[in-house]
């Protein structure tokens, strides 16, 4: 995996929490995941009904446990889909206690290239999609020399003719310094345009940093 990025996480739930003149973010709560609330304005959040959601955070930020237990709120059949490889022993392990931490509720599908052709082929109203995650599925791409704009505009298509709820799982890879190689610099320059051009086409984009979300649109 190129530079090092993976996806990580910890276990909580949505709460609001109040500003002043009466403004309310929702953001996540490390606390039991059956204490989920609907979020301001988010109506789709527990039907259902064809929304993307999007989901950014750094390493071990918690998103993809934030992204599981907000999938598992959710009436119908949940699909993960995997696009990690399991290139060498730590992988493989990664891989594993995820699998364990889902339960058997859950369905997996590896989609470590074809991403936008699994999405599109997991469609239906009574299904939740959950996409872990797009920084390794870019590093992917990258690796094996993919068009990445390209890919980019096939999962933006795959994700528009969603039925059910789609939540997708990435890093933010952009708040550190600038990498030292040129090959980190790109593939960070392009893990940005791809997280912009999901977030523009999401019903719903939160910020996971220290185990907390921020909704961001």
């Excluded at 990435?170 to 977030?199: C, K, T, W, Y």
Aim: aromatic share 4%; net charge neutral; hydrophobic share 45%.
């Amino acid at each position: 995996m190129l530079a090092g990025y993976s996806c990580g996480d910890s276990p909580g739930s949505w709460k609001h929490f109040p500003l002043p003149g009466s403004l309310f973010i929702p953001m996540w709560e490390p606390v039991a995941a059956a204490n989920i609330v609907q979020a301001r304005g988010g109506g789709k959040m527990n039907r259902g009904t064809g929304s993307v959601v999007l989901l950014l955070g750094g390493a071990r930020s918690g998103k993809s446990r934030l992204a599981q237990a907000r999938a598992e709120t959710l009436a119908g059949e949940l699909i993960y889909l995997a696009t990690g490889q399991a290139l060498d022993t730590e992988m493989t392990e990664r891989i594993a206690r995820h699998r364990a931490d889902r339960g058997p509720r859950w369905r997996t599908v590896e989609a470590p290239l074809d991403l936008p052709g699994a999405i599109a082929s997991e469609r239906g109203a009574n299904r939740v999609v959950l996409v872990d995650c797009l920084t390794l599925w870019l590093s992917n791409l990258m690796l094996g020399e993919h068009d990445i704009p390209a890919a980019t505009a096939r999962l933006l298509d795959a994700i528009s003719g969603q039925s059910g709820t789609v939540l997708l799982v990435s890093n933010e890879v952009g708040l550190g310094i600038v990498p030292e190689n040129a090959l980190a610099r790109r593939f960070r320059d392009e893990a940005g345009r791809l997280n912009q051009a999901i977030a523009q086409a999401a019903d719903e984009v939160s910020f996971v940093a220290a185990g907390l979300a921020i909704r961001m649109k």
